[in-house]
């Protein structure tokens, strides 16, 4: 969906960025760590477009649509209720009724919407200016998540939320089928969520690594030859070529999924890890029996998912390499 080409930028005297070459895939979700002012917004805006690099070059797929929640959130008329913040959203389809708005193609009540993102009905007809820094952030979620887009671009979106909408945010990401580029200080967000992270300094380097902030840093502190089946998309001097070629054995698509399905791998894996720490609670079953019973059905499922992911790998790896 997107590919760049050693690309480089500098601010005057500021190298924000040396050099980075990747290529996200359909469905990848890109993290972006590091510390204020590493340059991590600088990337994102080279990676969707919005700015051009210095030198490299970044080619989008075509028919990419974005969906972009900016650092600097995109203003919210506090006078109008969280209703007509989406019915008056020029953005967004219109359904023909005005009860109603289009959600990704899909015709949806405002208020069983606005229900979604955890706001009740009052809520729903009232202004925005009630709203609280973490609501008007998830109303402009809903806002953004109703559009169509197959590219969604978060640009610290977790700052001023609770728990509760991290969660629900999370829930929304699993369902979308695009691909997400992700910024955010929350580490544990980010495991939840991540299928590559893009670690940034400082310094002007950024360097890729397979799965979420852990596993960044499990493979920032083991030298080489990771024991896990890992992806490690460098940076690199020369173009990041594919290994297989037509002598591997694999059509282009098994390829894709060759190269793809460590980082699912790594995300069913941290998905896995958390909803175990989550069901480990003993008071969780007798205080809310439907999360419980939720989460379980989400383990078994990722726990399928893994074993399937895990077993098509060894497969295409081993014809890759006969
Ligand atoms: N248009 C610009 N002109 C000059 N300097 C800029 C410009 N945009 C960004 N910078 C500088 O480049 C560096 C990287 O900025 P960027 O916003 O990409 O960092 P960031 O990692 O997103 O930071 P934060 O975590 O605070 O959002 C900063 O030192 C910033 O001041
Ligand atoms: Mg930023």
């Given amino acids: 969906m997107i590919e760049a080409r050693n690309i480089t930028k500098s601010f005057g005297e500021l190298a924000v960025l040396r050099d980075f070459s990747i290529k996200i895939t359909r469905g ?19 990676l969707i477009g919005a700015i051009p690099p210095d030198t490299g070059s970044v080619k989008l797929g075509t028919g990419l649509v974005q969906a972009v929640f900016d650092q600097n959130r995109a203003a919210l008329d506090l006078d109008t209720s969280l209703w007509e913040s989406l019915t008056q ?4 389809g219109v359904s023909g009724k005005n009860d109603q708005i289009m959600v990704r193609g899909q015709p949806r009540h ?3 919407y606005l229900k979604d993102f955890l706001f009740d009905e009052a809520q729903a007809r009232g202004p925005v200016r009630a709203l609280s820094g973490g609501e008007k952030a998830r109303l402009l979620l809903a806002r953004l998540l109703a559009r169509e887009s197959n590219l969604l671009v978060l640009d610290e979106p977790t700052n001023d939320l609770d728990v509760e909408t991290l969660d629900l945010l999370q829930e929304v990401l699993d369902d979308y089928d695009g691909t997400v580029i992700l910024v955010s200080h929350d580490r544990d967000f980010l495991d939840r969520v991540a299928t590559t992270t893009i670690a940034m300094q400082g310094d002007g380097q950024a360097v890729a690594y397979a799965g979420g902030w852990s596993d960044y840093q499990a493979q920032r502190q083991t030298p080489a030859g990771v024991a896990k089946p890992v992806k490690i998309k460098q940076k690199s001097a020369a173009a990041p070529k594919s290994k297989a070629g037509p002598s591997s054995g694999l059509s282009y698509v098994e390829e894709h999924r060759l190269k793809e399905l460590p980082g699912v791998m790594a995300r069913l894996e941290a998905e896995i890890a958390k909803l175990e720490a989550y069901l480990a609670d003993p008071d969780l079953f007798s205080t809310s029996p439907a999360k419980f019973a939720k989460a379980s059905a989400g383990l078994l499922e990722r726990q399928g998912k893994l074993a399937a992911a895990e077993e098509d790998w060894l497969d295409l790896e081993e014809r890759a390499s006969a």
């Fill in 28 to 46: 990848e979700r890109i993290a972006m760590v590091g510390p204020n002012g590493a340059g991590k917004t600088t990337l994102v805006n080279m």
């Fill in 110 to 112: 405002v208020v069983g």
């Fill in 89 to 92: 959203d020029g953005e967004l």
